[in-house]
């Protein structure tokens, strides 16, 4: 039984651009959360999707994005990069009956040069 | 709003007991966790506690709940050299449609010969 997947593992970008990072939810859940964890730092809540719709958000700009298919995976899309978004980016997935079920998975790691 | 804390660095030797700590300030975390962090890893989820609960054990974890002082504790038995990583304390939320993880900075376990 496969677990999260993200991709890619691995992106270096340039300050300005965009990205898209993509996570593939555990099978059977349908809850999907991304957190961004700077260096030495706790992981920090961007947002949650649950049924294609952003049911929470945290302290996080709007220039962090996201989407939810049909399908439960998810995209996180972060615009006009800094150089303070390098960060390893983990998603998190939880089945329908609570939330103690989170399930992560490896991280993207961005460099933002 | 949420916070959470703990001590950076703990160090033991093999086969001693570890404890980690963590206060939390949030009264209406419905669950707290422990997960662990290997180096280039995602978060592995160790062990969670019910906060109307005050100890869980399970094998060699034993997780003690303060409430009153939102106080919450991870002990090791006989720990190994496999346990060196970074533990990280989190409060989650499930009231509701809110089911957030609020995370600390982690502490970093070295655990020597």
């Known amino acids: 039984d496969a677990g999260v997947t993200q991709s890619p593992t691995h992106l270096i970008k340039t300050r300005g651009q965009q990205v898209t990072l993509r996570c593939s939810p555990k099978s059977g859940h349908d809850t999907v959360s991304w957190y961004q964890q700077a260096l030495g730092q706790g992981p920090q809540f961007i947002f949650q999707?649950?049924?294609?719709?952003?049911?929470q958000r945290g302290n996080f700009p709007d220039r962090f994005s996201g989407h939810q298919f049909p399908n439960y995976s998810s995209e996180l899309n972060v615009n006009a990069l800094l150089l303070g978004d390098s960060a390893l980016y983990l998603c998190?997935?939880?089945?329908?009956?609570?939330?103690?079920?989170?399930?992560f998975g490896s991280g993207t790691r961005l460099t933002v040069v | 709003g949420e916070d959470v804390e703990q001590s950076l660095f703990l160090s033991v030797r093999e086969g001693d007991s570890s404890v980690i700590n963590c206060t939390y300030t949030d009264s209406s975390s419905t669950y707290l966790y422990w997960y662990k962090q290997e180096p280039g890893a995602g978060l592995q989820l160790l062990t969670y506690i019910f906060s109307n609960m005050d100890m869980k054990q399970d094998q060699r974890l034993t997780v003690l709940l303060n409430k009153k002082d939102k106080h919450l504790s991870l002990r090791i038995a006989d720990t190994q050299t496999g346990d060196s990583a970074i533990y990280f304390c989190?409060?989650?939320?499930?009231?509701?449609?809110?089911?957030?993880?609020?995370f600390g900075t982690g502490t970093r376990l070295q655990v020597t010969l």
């Open positions: 989190a409060e989650g939320d499930h009231t509701g449609t809110a089911s957030k993880l609020t």
């Open positions: 999707y649950y049924e294609e719709e952003e049911r």
């Open positions: 998190a997935s939880s089945p329908p009956t609570g939330g103690y079920g989170y399930t």
